[in-house]
C-alpha cells in the first residue's frame, strides 16, 4: 500500500528563516497531496495542496513543489513567525481501496524561536 | 458555524465499557472519513462513507468498532469493549465529489481515554 515518510521529525528555526519539510511516497498512482498544520490539540488545518499536474504551487509565505518522478513533495514556509510553530503532516491519496483515502506522514514539529 | 463537529469532544470511559462519537459533516459533502490519532502521530485511516455506502474500512478497524451514516448525513463511531490502547483523538472529516482528491475538512476530534 501507499507509504508516506516525512523528514525531519522536529525542525527548530529563528524568526524570519525559511522552513523546508520534505515528504516522500510509494504509490505512483497518487496525484494529490495535501500540507495539514495542526495546532496542539486542535484539528489538522489545510494550509496548501497540490495536484499532480503541477510542479509547484505558492500561497503568500507557503509553497509547495512535488517531483513526480521521485516520489517527492516539499513544503516550503518562508519569513517564518512564531504563529508558524506547529506540527505538519503532509498526505498522498491512495488508490488502494475503491475510491481511495489520504495516508499521512508522522508529521514535524516546527519550532520559530523569536 | 458550517465547519465538521463532532460530539463529544472528551469523554472518559472505564475499559469495557462502550463509547460512541457523532459526527456532523459540512452539509452539501457527501463523503464523510472517520481518522484516529495518537500523540506523536499523524492521522490514521479507519472508515469513509459516500453517502450512506460505507465503502473502505481500514484493518485498524477491529469487530469491536462499528460506524454508520444512515441517512447520509451525520455519522455515528461506536467502539464496544473499549480498551486501553484505544485510546486517541477520533478525528471525523469531509469532502465533496466522488474522488480521493478532493479537500478533506477535518473536525476537532473527540478525545478518549480509558482508564
Known amino acids: 500500500g501507499e507509504n508516506v515518510e516525512q523528514h525531519p521529525s522536529t525542525l527548530s528555526v529563528q524568526e524570519g528563516d525559511s522552513a523546508v519539510i520534505k515528504c516522500t511516497y510509494s504509490?505512483?498512482?497518487?496525484?494529490?497531496f495535501p500540507w495539514y498544520k495542526q495546532e496542539l490539540g486542535k484539528r489538522p488545518q489545510l494550509i496548501i495542496d497540490?495536484?499532480?499536474?503541477?510542479g509547484e504551487k505558492k500561497d503568500q509565505r507557503i509553497a509547495v513543489t512535488l517531483n513526480k518522478t521521485a516520489k517527492h513533495f516539499s513544503l516550503h514556509i518562508t519569513e517564518t513567525q512564531p504563529e508558524d510553530s506547529a506540527v505538519y503532516f503532509c498526505?498522498?491519496?491512495?488508490?488502494?481501496?475503491?475510491?481511495?483515502?489520504?495516508?499521512f506522514g508522522k508529521g514535524t514539529k516546527l519550532s520559530v524561536k523569536p | 458555524d458550517t465547519g465538521v463537529s463532532q460530539d463529544p469532544r472528551h469523554k472518559i470511559t472505564k475499559r469495557g465499557q462502550n463509547v460512541t462519537f457523532r459526527c456532523d459533516p459540512i452539509s452539501e459533502h457527501n463523503r464523510l472519513y472517520w481518522y484516529r490519532q495518537t500523540l506523536g502521530q499523524g492521522p490514521e485511516f479507519l472508515t469513509y462513507f459516500q453517502n450512506e455506502a460505507q465503502l473502505e474500512k481500514s484493518r485498524l478497524l477491529s469487530d469491536r468498532f462499528s460506524a454508520e451514516r444512515p441517512k447520509g448525513s451525520f455519522s455515528t463511531l461506536e467502539i464496544q469493549r473499549t480498551e486501553q490502547g484505544d485510546s486517541a483523538m477520533y478525528l471525523c472529516?469531509?469532502?465533496?465529489?466522488?474522488?480521493?482528491?478532493?479537500?478533506?475538512?477535518f473536525g476537532e476530534g473527540s478525545w478518549l481515554t480509558v482508564v
Open positions: 472529516a469531509s469532502s465533496m465529489g466522488q474522488h480521493s482528491g478532493n479537500t478533506i475538512y
Open positions: 498526505a498522498a491519496n491512495y488508490y488502494g481501496g475503491s475510491q481511495g483515502n489520504l495516508i
Open positions: 504509490d505512483s498512482a497518487s496525484n494529490y
Open positions: 497540490i495536484r499532480s499536474n503541477v
